[in-house]
């Protein structure tokens, strides 16, 4: 069974920074496509960033220039930095897994609550 462990979540204030990870286990390597997502109250699940296996990045418009995804295939770890953190960010963040070949598979994280206070 695939397994996806976030950390990093936490209470920041306003501008603060703020670097979740996510520990991927059961068989996850490096071709796998990674993603953070994020769900607000009230909200949908809304994208906030990609990166491939190959290292290219995809983000959010709302979140260009404030967050950066990596990846070390090595620890079958993802992270996201999130830097001048704004109260709107706020929402419990979600990793995700892709398998960009068949059978297609995905598999997601259990989510860790940021919020940032104004």
């Known amino acids: 069974q695939v397994q996806l462990v976030e950390s990093g979540g936490g209470l920041v204030q306003a501008g603060g920074s703020l670097r979740l990870s996510c520990a991927a286990s059961?068989?996850?390597?490096?071709?796998?496509?990674m993603g953070w997502y994020r769900q607000a109250p009230g909200k949908q699940r809304e994208l906030v960033a990609t990166?491939?296996?190959?290292?290219?990045?995809n983000y959010a418009d709302s979140v260009k220039g404030r967050f950066t995804i990596s990846r070390d295939n090595a620890k079958s770890t993802v992270y996201l930095q999130m830097n001048s953190l704004k109260p709107e960010d706020t929402a419990v963040y979600y990793c995700?897994?892709?398998?960009?070949?068949?059978?297609?598979?995905?598999?997601w994280g259990q989510g860790t609550q940021v919020t940032v206070s104004s």
């Open positions: 990166i491939t296996s190959g290292g290219p990045t």
């Open positions: 995700n897994a892709y398998l960009p070949i068949a059978p297609r598979v995905a598999y």
């Open positions: 059961g068989g996850i390597g490096s071709i796998y496509t």
